[in-house]
Structure formats: C-alpha cells, structure tokens
C-alpha cells in the first residue's frame, strides 16, 4: 500500500509530506496507482524546489519513499502555495477513493508550524 501524509498549516500551505510504500496489484512498473502518485510527487516536488523564495527541504527520496518540507515562504507566494497544495490533494484524494485497497492518505492541519 502507498501511505501518504501530509501536514497543512492555517492558511491551506502543505508544509510536510511524506509519501512510501507500493501498489500492489500489478508488476513494479506496470502500476497506475504508482504513476499516478509518482507523477503528482515529482511534479509537486520540482514545483516547490524551482520557486523563489522558498525554503524547502527534501528528504530520503528514493524509489518508494519521499519526504518534502517546506519550512519559510514569505506571504507574497500564499496563494501560489494554497493553489499548489489543493492540486497535489485533489489529485491523491481522486486517487485514494477510486484505489482505497492501494492508497491511503492522511492530513493533518495545524495552526502553527
């Protein structure tokens, strides 16, 4: 099963994500579910990395297993991030109700980071 994890802070930024496992269902390689969330991953990852100003840090990335934190953004880029962040959800949550035995995801908001 793939587990992701998210953390959310009050104004809707992803903070932390953590994503690891595998579908199981198909050969490695041959899976859906895993390009899926590989795809929304790496394309969320690389989004964050490029952009100015950011402080981000990026973890124990490896086939099966990501860890992503954004630690500072100043305001200016608050809404750029809540649109990020709503994307990268709706996209694994799309994913977890149409794949329940192979996904799952959690996310926790927090007031403060």
């Keep these: 099963m793939i587990r992701i994890q998210g953390k959310i802070d009050r104004n809707g930024v992803l903070r ?3 994503a690891d496992g595998h579908a199981e269902n198909q050969l490695a390689g041959q899976n859906p579910v895993c ?6 991953l790496r394309t969320t ?5 490029k952009e ?3 402080e981000v840090s990026a973890g ?12 500072e ?17 709706m996209g694994i949550l799309d994913l977890e109700r149409e794949f ?10 927090y007031e403060e980071f």
């Design 16 to 18: 932390l994500l953590k």
């Design 35 to 40: 390009a899926g969330v590989t795809v929304l």
């Design 45 to 49: 990852a690389k989004w964050l990395e």
């Design 52 to 54: 100015k100003g950011l």
């Design 60 to 71: 124990n990335i490896f086939r099966g297993s990501i860890v992503l934190e954004l630690k």
């Design 73 to 89: 953004y100043p305001e200016s880029r608050r809404e750029r991030l809540k649109g990020a962040t709503d994307y990268f959800f």
């Design 100 to 109: 329940p035995l192979e996904i799952s995801v959690t996310i926790d908001k």
